[in-house]
């Protein structure tokens, strides 16, 4: 990059000569002239926007929109429909809108990732469309990695920064046009300079470093060939590469600024990386589509699509705001079902009974037709309903059991850790030192500190996989070992489906294992129907894999799990059916995790922090809250956060007693509209029984009528639910501060 400071010695070296000849002199002011018309009107940025996956992008008009999802949106998988269209409720087409950070939320496997292909050009849609705007810049995060890859991390990060290449290169070029005396080589000079400035190409260098340290990376990794990292951190280097790639380092705005597409950013990340990469997306210029299950990086959305019961359901707001929105419409939906369930079994009842007789035959059709709207309406609602709370998780509330093998018979001491040194004897690096740890039977360790203190190399060495630098590793009498790492998921065979080779794992173990057992296993960490049956392991998604890794790790009888970020890539429900299935197994787990939801799950007997060279272990009463400085990266920071999480939880509370306190003073009023908005309504609706009542045999105008008279008892239960609502709490407000409202 000291390209550029060469390039404005020659220029005014070339300057003077050129002004020595006549001609040179007037080609000297036609580019001056041709300087100030560009300054005029700012140089587009000269930006590569073509790779393998926006070759295929799906643009089409988007109506100033950066993205657009049809309301018949159809996107299929074998023979099974993943989505058909946007949510009843909403039924139009779902727009993001330019510098909107959209969270793509729902169960595994319910098709988020299918979506983000279909964005990225990957697949296509089988009806209506999935839409880009023609001018947008867009950047996909690969779950591939960077496997295989030899180049150094600072290289590899910088490969895909294909702007600022383009503009060196025509740079150079001008610069040596200049050296050679070719006409207009001072005005492309000088466009060049524009554009350099442009793509921010002298703090290029340092946007790299921001970026890999943000992520965790020290300095002395900057050098270090990928090939040579485990695969968390090979996909640390992915998204560098991406956040620093044309769609990630755009400074354009609206529809021709940056897309990005990040499906599920925070795996691999620690609570700093991660915390990091929110900053990162809120000061971003684009446009962000973010699947992800990890509720602290949701936080940072403006708009949720939830994929919900085969349907798209869109949510403006950010994420907290979804999770009410979502329970609202629940009782909604729950308070209709029972409703259209009382009229399903009227008509039921009319049917059986009159649909034998002559005389009722034309009656009894059409009560059935009416009942068969009514079967379709409840099983619309009866998605939305949900089987149980929606507001623990962005997914699916389905209740799923995993259970797991009863461990092999052993000593109650599992492993025994004695002035343990652990490291990597190619490059003798001790990491760790003076280790002493007893692993017993029914224990639940959990393992945290910073990148790169050593948890995983701690895992690896007790688990069997490394060789201690020093001291030893005791393992009891019977005892049998299993280590789950990331890595697993990359060693999986590409053409076998995944219930073919959990069970191919599990059966040269245990020979009893049955097909059921297999894919309940599946099914509880989200892997169904064609992806666990049809599709080849190959076809699946990087998050799929690794669940089809863990469901083979945990089919296997040992006696101690050894866990190394086993939370990546599970939703909610998933983390929540591993951790039940943990709670009653009578083996031992040490676990790994930067994950909050799985460590509380977990429920930890024991925490061991890793840190500056040291493992230091304290007892955790089961139940108890874990703090939130436990999860951060070194003592200093985890005082700070503490001190930060009680500053922040304090203005929060404030803020929620002043919103409360707002809506008390205001709700009279709004009570009094509501009712005198009910009092029309049940007007209107009496009207309208009447009106049916009158129409007798007319089935379309009975039809026009009923559809006429379900909205308006539709729009009554909203009215009341806000009624109900309001009452409670005023009620609470005064059992609290009395009769007077602050």
Not at 129 to 150: I, K, M, N
Not at 192 to 197: G, V
Request: proline share 3%; hydrophobic share 40%; glycine share 8%.
């Amino acid at each position: 990059y000291a390209l550029r400071a060469r390039s404005a010695r020659v220029v005014m070296s070339s300057v003077r000569t050129v002004h020595s000849h006549a001609c040179s002199t007037v080609r000297a002011h036609d580019a001056q002239r041709t300087r100030r018309r560009r300054r005029r009107r700012r140089p587009a940025v000269v930006v590569t926007r073509a790779t393998t996956a926006e070759s295929v992008v799906p643009r089409g008009d988007t109506a100033g929109a950066v993205v657009a999802l049809a309301s018949n949106l159809r996107v299929t998988t074998g023979d099974n429909d993943l989505i058909v269209g946007t949510a009843t409720a909403d039924s139009v087409d779902i727009r993001i809108e330019p510098n909107e950070i959209c969270g793509l939320v729902g169960a595994n496997g319910c098709g988020k990732s299918t979506l983000v292909k279909c964005l990225s050009g990957a697949r296509g849609v089988d009806d209506g469309y999935a839409r880009v705007a023609y001018g947008a810049v867009v950047g996909v995060l690969e779950q591939t990695a960077v496997s295989g890859v030899t180049t150094t991390v600072e290289e590899e990060a910088m490969s895909r920064m294909t702007h600022v290449r383009a503009v060196e290169a025509a740079l150079d070029e001008a610069t040596r046009a200049l050296e050679a005396g070719v006409d207009g080589a001072a005005a492309a000079l000088s466009l060049a300079n524009e554009q350099w400035d442009a793509v921010g190409g002298a703090t290029a260098k340092k946007r790299v470093s921001n970026v890999l340290k943000g992520l965790g990376f020290s300095e002395v990794m900057f050098s270090a060939p990928c090939d040579t990292l485990s695969g968390g951190w090979q996909m640390r280097v992915a998204l560098a590469r991406l956040l620093l790639s044309p769609a990630g380092d755009c400074a354009e705005k609206g529809v021709n600024g940056g897309l990005l597409l990040l499906d599920e950013p925070s795996n691999h990340l620690d609570a700093k990386a991660r915390d990091w990469l929110v900053s990162w997306i809120k000061s971003y210029q684009g446009t962000v589509v973010l699947v992800s299950h990890d509720e602290e990086l949701l936080n940072c959305v403006n708009r949720v699509v939830e994929v919900r019961g085969r349907k798209l359901h869109n949510y403006k707001g950010d994420y907290k705001r979804f999770l009410r929105e979502r329970e609202a419409r629940r009782k909604v939906a729950v308070a209709t079902l029972e409703r259209e369930n009382v009229k399903a079994e009227k008509l039921d009842n009319f049917i059986t009974k009159f649909g034998a007789k002559a005389t009722k035959a034309s009656a009894a059709k059409s009560k059935q037709k009416a009942l068969d709207k009514v079967n379709a309406k409840m099983e619309t609602f009866a998605e939305l309903a949900g089987d149980g709370p929606l507001g623990d998780g962005p997914g699916d509330a389905r209740k799923v059991i995993l259970k797991l093998p009863t461990p092999p018979a052993g000593a109650r001491e599992i492993l025994i850790a004695k002035s343990l040194d652990v490291g990597y004897k190619t490059t003798e690096s001790t990491l760790v030192s003076g280790v002493n740890l007893t692993v017993r039977k029914g224990d639940r360790l959990l393992v945290l500190g910073p990148n790169g203190a050593g948890k995983s190399t701690f895992l690896k060495t007790i688990g069997g996989e490394l060789e201690p630098m020093g001291g030893v590793v005791i393992r009891g009498e019977g005892a049998v070992v299993g280590y789950f790492s990331q890595d697993l998921a990359q060693e999986l065979p590409t053409e076998v489906t995944a219930l073919t080779h959990v069970l191919d794992v599990a059966r040269k173990i245990d020979r009893s294992v049955t097909n059921e057992t297999a894919r309940g296993v599946l099914g509880a960490l989200g892997i169904t129907g064609p992806a666990a049956v049809d599709r080849t392991i190959g076809s699946l998604s990087g998050g799929e894999k690794a669940r089809v890794a863990l469901a083979a790790f945990v089919l296997r009888p040992v006696n101690v799990l050894l866990l190394d970020e086993a939370s990546n890539h599970l939703d909610g429900t998933a983390i929540e059916a591993l951790c039940t299935g943990l709670r009653g197994w009578e083996g031992a787990v040490v676990a790994i995790t930067h994950n909050s939801a799985f460590a509380a799950a977990l429920n930890p007997t024991v925490v061991a922090r890793v840190e500056n060279g040291e493992l230091s272990t304290h007892m955790h009463i089961p139940g108890v809250p874990l703090v939130v400085g436990d999860f951060c990266v070194s003592t200093n920071e985890r005082v700070d956060a503490m001190e930060m999480q009680m500053k922040k939880e304090a203005e929060e509370e404030r803020r929620a007693k002043e919103a409360i306190a707002k809506e008390v003073r205001n709700a009279p009023k709004v009570i009094d509209k509501i009712e005198r908005a009910m009092t029309v309504i049940e007007t209107e609706i009496a009207q309208l029984d009447e009106k049916l009542l009158a129409a007798g045999a007319d089935v379309a105008k009975c039809a026009e009528l009923q559809a006429l008279k379900d909205a308006k008892e539709q729009k009554s239960l909203l009215y009341m639910t806000e009624w109900e609502r309001l009452d409670a709490l005023c009620a609470a407000h005064e059992a609290e501060h009395g009769s007077g409202v602050s």
